[in-house]
């Protein structure tokens, strides 16, 4: 099915601090993720940690160039299963941080590094071999150089409808909603994913299109747009 890997245009913690649209191409990521102990009868919690750097790009406020920047992220990310509601229906919870590391060049108005934290709840609905549903809320909240406040606050909403048309290739369309977006509060989520072999798959959607290769049970690398 289509997976919801996404980089949205303007993350919590960079909408904390910057009221400006801010778009980056990601060049690598590195996914590393390993199972936590299991409970019987029950997938075992799974904890990621996700590496990636965007070269320098271009930085624009209000249609005037303030110079540029690269950007280092590191999202660590914990899934927690919870018991399902019916058999066609599972939750889960997820509990995780982001640190954002930013190599400035010109007066650029944002700060070295912007953190976040975020909880969420997600359902997955699967209405016969070919429908799913998946839903998701969070709330969090972002800052910089460590420190938190009310203005980093966030809410969001994500939701994706998907159809699998073979057991390689599925299409989604849905939303993501975030509340410190202040330019961009709903962004509209559609695409394809097709698995070409069995460790590769490519991802064509907007607004991230990526090749994937799993390098083993625990450890992906990525390339995306």
């Given at each position: 099915?289509?997976?919801?890997?996404?980089?949205?245009?303007?993350?919590?913690?960079?909408?904390?601090?910057?009221?400006?649209?801010?778009?980056?191409?990601?060049?690598?990521?590195?996914?590393?993720?390993?199972?936590?102990?299991?409970?019987?009868?029950?997938?075992?919690?799974?904890?990621?940690?996700?590496?990636?750097?965007?070269?320098?790009?271009?930085?624009?406020?209000?249609?005037?160039?303030?110079?540029?920047?690269?950007?280092?992220?590191?999202?660590?990310?914990?899934?927690?299963?919870?018991?399902?509601?019916?058999?066609?229906?599972?939750?889960?919870?997820?509990?995780?941080?982001?640190?954002?590391?930013?190599?400035?060049?010109?007066?650029?108005?944002?700060?070295?590094?912007?953190?976040?934290?975020?909880a969420g709840l997600s359902a997955r609905?699967?209405?016969?071999?070919?429908?799913?549903?998946?839903?998701?809320?969070?709330?969090?909240?972002?800052?910089?150089?460590?420190?938190?406040?009310?203005?980093?606050?966030?809410?969001?909403?994500?939701?994706?409808?998907?159809?699998?048309?073979?057991?390689?290739?599925?299409?989604?369309?849905?939303?993501?909603?975030?509340?410190?977006?202040?330019?961009?509060?709903?962004?509209?989520?559609?695409?394809?994913?097709?698995?070409?072999?069995?460790?590769?798959?490519?991802?064509?959607?907007?607004?991230?299109?990526?090749?994937?290769?799993?390098?083993?049970?625990?450890?992906?690398?990525?390339?995306?747009?």
């Amino acid at each position: 099915m289509l997976q919801a890997y996404l980089t949205t245009m303007t993350s919590p913690a960079m909408s904390a601090s910057a009221k400006f649209p801010f778009v980056l191409g990601t060049l690598a990521l590195c996914a590393l993720s390993a199972p936590l102990a299991a409970q019987p009868g029950r997938p075992a919690p799974k904890l990621t940690i996700e590496a990636s750097h965007a070269g320098k790009t271009d930085l624009e406020a209000r249609s005037v160039d303030v110079g540029e920047v690269a950007v280092s992220r590191i999202v660590t990310n914990v899934d927690l299963p919870l018991a399902p509601i019916s058999p066609s229906t599972s939750l889960g919870a997820d509990f995780g941080s982001s640190a954002f590391y930013l190599d400035r060049s010109g007066p650029v108005p944002l700060p070295e590094k912007l953190e976040s934290v975020e909880a969420g709840l997600s359902a997955r609905h699967r209405f016969d071999d070919r429908w799913s549903l998946i839903t998701r809320v969070s709330a969090g909240v972002a800052g910089s150089g460590g420190r938190f406040n009310a203005d980093g606050f966030n809410a969001g909403l994500f939701a994706l409808a998907s159809y699998q048309f073979s057991e390689t290739f599925s299409a989604g369309a849905g939303f993501v909603y975030n509340s410190l977006s202040e330019s961009l509060p709903v962004i509209p989520v559609v695409g394809v994913r097709w698995d070409f072999a069995p460790e590769w798959s490519f991802t064509l959607a907007f607004p991230s299109t990526r090749v994937t290769w799993t390098a083993g049970e625990r450890l992906k690398l990525r390339v995306s747009l």
